[in-house]
């Protein structure tokens, strides 16, 4: 839910995909001077336990502040102030994994009375209002993914019979899953959402899309790749075969495969292709990409030496924490 004109660098004839001449060009980036501000921290707490995990695009955020996997508390950053969510209604902890345009947030939400270990797929909206999504009996270890603008929300779990993952998907004001299971995917789980309803699933290091019941596996390479999110149709791609990984954009529609310039691994996208991630490599410096132009290396906050870019939100904010997880922060290009 994660340009000008310029050459592009077509992915490496070893793994057998190439650019289509018919690929859309990217539309220009403004020019502009980024900026890393810290994320203000909850009083009282540890700023390295503090993290941002979604964004409505409006200026308004959410996370959490978890120093322990049992002591997870839920955030939402309203205009630049945290600010406490009470856990939902029967849970332990809820644990802010995504969040939309209307400021609904998904979560997963952990009960762990009477010994046992019980997780839910839950969203608040922007008032406080929890709602629990209903799971197909015999599933386990949920973990919700990704929610879309119109309120689609993707999560994954396992078949209690056998193990075998199982991707579920609620539409829009529906209580009520539809189960994913492509044979044509070893190991179902999902990743992401677009907002036509188009699911993007990865596993055992495959990537494919389901629409409607119908299935879109990536050409090339068939393994060694993982997804990390999909919008308007572009699908963003890391290759993994290689000791120094790479991304690139898909777009199933063209088959049209482009490599991000001086791109490592990348961690997130907008609906608007404003991308994150590191150059070169998982510890490379923090970056910026629009499409599969390099925009520009992201500064990084004073006493770190390195950063990672993890959220990027529609009005253009990222969001990410250094290496050594002392504190969040924001990116702002003005």
């Not at 190439?18 to 700023?47: F, H, I, K, L, Y």
């Not at 941002?52 to 409006?58: C, K, L």
């Not at 699911?199 to 389901?210: C, K, R």
């Not at 390479?221 to 791609?237: D, F, K, M, Q």
Request: aromatic residues 8%; glycine residues 10%; charged residues 15%.
């Amino acid at each position: 839910m994660r340009t000008t004109a310029v050459v592009l660098t077509v992915l490496l004839a070893s793994a057998g995909v190439s650019a289509v001449a018919t690929a859309a060009p990217e539309a220009p980036a403004a020019a502009c001077t980024w900026r890393a501000t810290p994320v203000p921290v909850p009083a009282g707490a540890d700023p390295a336990y503090v993290h941002v995990s979604g964004a409505d695009g409006r200026g308004n955020y959410s996370g959490y502040y978890g120093p322990t996997s049992a002591d997870v508390t839920f955030y939402r950053w309203v205009r630049g102030v945290p600010v406490k969510q009470a856990p939902a209604p029967g849970v332990s902890w809820t644990l802010p994994v995504d969040e939309n345009a209307a400021g609904v947030v998904l979560l997963r939400g952990a009960d762990f009375s009477g010994g046992t270990q019980k997780y839910y797929v839950l969203t608040q909206t922007r008032q406080g209002v929890y709602r629990q999504l209903t799971v197909p009996p015999g599933l386990t270890s949920l973990q919700p993914n990704a929610i879309n603008n119109r309120g689609d929300v993707v999560a994954s779990a396992n078949r209690d019979s056998d193990g075998r993952g199982q991707v579920l998907l609620w539409r829009a004001g529906s209580t009520q899953a539809t189960v994913i299971d492509p044979s044509e995917i070893d190991y179902p789980a999902a990743t992401d959402i677009d907002e036509d309803g188009t699911v993007l699933l990865t596993g055992g290091y495959q990537v494919a899309l389901w629409h409607n019941g119908t299935v879109t596996k990536l050409p090339k390479p068939e393994s060694g790749v993982t997804a990390r999110g999909i919008a308007n149709g572009r699908v963003l791609v890391l290759d993994l075969r290689t000791s120094t990984p790479v991304s690139y954009l898909w777009e199933p529609k063209t088959n049209w495969f482009v490599h991000l310039d001086r791109s490592g691994p990348a961690h997130a996208m907008n609906k608007r292709g404003l991308v994150s991630g590191s150059i070169g490599s998982w510890s490379g410096a923090p970056a910026v990409w629009h499409g599969t132009k390099f925009l520009a290396e992201l500064p990084v906050p004073a006493g770190a030496s390195t950063a990672r870019a993890t959220v990027v939100a529609d009005d253009g904010t990222i969001f990410g924490e250094t290496y050594q997880n002392t504190f969040p922060f924001s990116w702002t290009c003005r």
